[in-house]
């Protein structure tokens, strides 16, 4: 999502900011998150139908889509095997989200660029560090394709992501639905209460959850709604496609906890709420090609 500048403060201060087959793709393999609640690996999400999403064009082919969002250890050992430095490091700073700030007080934008925000420590200096089982967070675009490059993957793109998210079910468009149960048990990681005044966490967090930590949809793929957004190989109006919702999104203020939700991310920006997974795809027949995701 789009967090637009203002005027810089001091150096050291804040900023403010607005089994698919042997034939799909190769490469090293993504670490397990074995030592994490939920399964590891990927899960096969199947063709579209001829009145599914995509029909018979490239992005309603079958593919195989990570059954959690890609994790700090998991992105941690993509980093001790080649050494990426991310787009916040590089920069030396990060967006967090930070309600109590006198500029969000002063101004209504909950973000402040953080010097020394990284995956590694997501909401700066001092704060813990991420929890090996967290989703990574803290990384824009070209950083979740070079993990997925390193991997032998991709992004998703949104109507891949968002084929997946459905779980195969696609007649109710609630958002409801998707985060809670019937009798309003939390099924994702969202904001329960007013945003931004009070969070009653009855979802068991006030943050970023561990991955695995909520039921899977039918796929068996877990945090398709809330925790974190996740970044898609789509973009629009040249800036990349997320979805899902995250932590943030309460019944006031985003709502956005369902498949069809979409937001513009700006890619130069990393954020303490921007995650993602990858997928492989079967190779299409000779003269045809995958989706760019554009």
């Not at 095997?81 to 989200?97: K, L, P, Q």
């Not at 909950?110 to 090996?132: C, I, M, Y």
């Not at 779980?167 to 994702?188: F, N, Q």
């Not at 800036?239 to 985003?254: I, R």
Request: aromatic fraction near 10%.
């Amino acid at each position: 999502m789009k967090l637009p500048f203002a005027k810089a403060f001091a150096s050291g201060s804040a900023i403010v900011v607005t089994a698919l087959l042997a034939s799909l793709s190769s490469g090293p393999a993504t670490p397990p998150v074995s030592t994490c609640a939920g399964k590891p690996g990927q899960v096969h999400v199947p063709a579209a139908g001829p009145n599914g999403s995509g029909g018979s064009a490239p992005a309603g082919r079958a593919f195989l889509i990570d059954r959690t969002e890609v994790t700090v250890a998991q992105f941690e050992a993509f980093v001790k095997a080649t050494g990426y430095r991310t787009h916040a490091e590089r920069v030396g700073w990060s967006a967090v989200f930070h309600r109590r700030s006198d500029a969000a007080r002063l101004t209504g934008n909950w973000w402040v660029a953080v010097l020394g925000a990284d995956w590694r420590h997501p909401l700066g200096p001092g704060q813990p560090e991420a929890s090996r089982c967290e989703p990574v967070t803290q990384v824009t675009y070209d950083d979740a394709l070079a993990f997925a490059k390193w991997a032998g993957r991709d992004l998703p793109t949104d109507v891949e992501w968002e084929r997946a998210a459905t779980g195969g079910d696609s007649a109710s468009t609630s958002s409801l639905k998707w985060a809670y149960a019937v009798d309003g048990t939390p099924l994702a990681n969202t904001w329960q209460g007013l945003f931004p005044d009070f969070n009653t966490a009855e979802d068991g967090f006030a943050g970023v959850a561990p991955v695995g930590s909520f039921p899977p949809n039918r796929y068996g793929l877990y945090d398709m709604i809330g925790n974190v957004w996740e970044l898609t190989r789509s973009v629009a109006d040249g800036t990349p496609v997320l979805k899902g919702g995250s932590y943030l999104c309460s019944f006031n203020a985003c709502a956005n906890f369902r498949p069809s939700a979409a937001v513009p991310q700006e890619t130069e920006i990393a954020t303490s709420h921007v995650g993602f997974r990858t997928v492989r795809r079967e190779r299409l027949p000779h003269g045809q090609s995958q989706p760019s995701g554009d």
